[in-house]
């Protein structure tokens, strides 16, 4: 089945940094990538959508400015938390559709983040 | 926007009991329905979907039920084993607008199998 990878799995900084989050498909090429959001015991929250070669369309209360993605190739999506602060800490998961046909969404294993 | 409800958020179970979890959505026009199992820490996985056009698809313990009138549709797991507890996610996929789809997820129900 295809396979995403996603890099760093665990990451810790300090508060004002920036932390960059690669999500990448392995064995397929993505058109369309989807960052998510999960806070503790609950589900996951849509960030953005990240379509190859166009800019991110965000989910309402999502800062573009702050959570910069980009989908510079087909088999790659970063996430960037600009200015972290301790309320970013969560897990980041990254999804992908596998072809432009399809509906079934694959999933990174996700990101943890620490922001102390 | 789409609105996804899921109960109940916790079940216990007995060993070799069913699960069964229900899932209702708001948008008529949602078309896939997938239902994911999350394990502490890890990704979600894909462990049955079902496309509007069927009412019922089962796959040896998991089974899922879809009715679009009443726009409900379940998670039934028979049989129940220990490596049967975790989370789990229903999913229904909207038309966001702009030529785009999304997955709106409900709020999870942890599962656990009591040995």
């Known amino acids: 089945g295809a396979v995403v990878s996603q890099h760093p799995s665990r990451v810790i900084c300090k508060s004002g940094t920036s932390v960059k989050i690669e999500c990448r498909s392995l064995?397929?090429?993505?058109?369309?990538m989807f960052w998510y959001r999960q806070f503790p015991k609950q589900s996951l929250m849509l960030m953005a959508t990240?379509?190859?070669?166009?800019?991110?369309?965000?989910e309402q209360g999502v800062e573009k400015d702050k959570f910069l993605i980009n989908h510079a190739s087909l088999t790659l999506s970063t996430l960037t938390v600009t200015s972290a602060h301790p309320e970013d800490s969560s897990f980041y998961i990254c999804?992908?559709?596998?072809?432009?046909?399809?509906?079934?969404?694959?999933f990174g294993p996700g990101t943890r983040l620490t922001v102390l | 926007g789409e609105n996804v409800e899921q109960h109940p958020s916790t079940l216990s179970v007995q060993e070799g009991d069913s699960a069964v979890i229900k899932c209702t959505y708001s948008?008529?026009?949602?078309?896939?329905f997938p239902w994911y199992k999350q394990e502490l820490g890890k990704r979600p996985q894909l462990i049955i979907d079902?496309?509007?056009?069927?009412g019922e698809k089962k796959d040896q313990r998991i089974a899922v039920t879809l009715n679009k009138t009443a726009k409900h549709f379940s998670l039934h797991i028979t049989e129940t084993q220990p490596e049967d507890s975790a989370v789990y996610f229903c999913?229904?996929?909207?038309?966001?607008?702009?030529?785009?789809?999304?997955?709106?997820f409900g709020k999870g129900t942890k599962l656990s199998v009591i040995p």
């Open positions: 999804s992908a559709l596998a072809g432009v046909d399809t509906d079934t969404q694959y």
């Open positions: 064995d397929f090429q993505a058109t369309t």
């Open positions: 990240s379509n190859e070669g166009s800019k991110a369309t965000y």
């Open positions: 948008d008529s026009a949602s078309n896939y």
């Open positions: 079902i496309r509007s056009n069927v």
């Open positions: 999913a229904t996929l909207s038309y966001s607008g702009a030529g785009s789809y999304q997955l709106t």
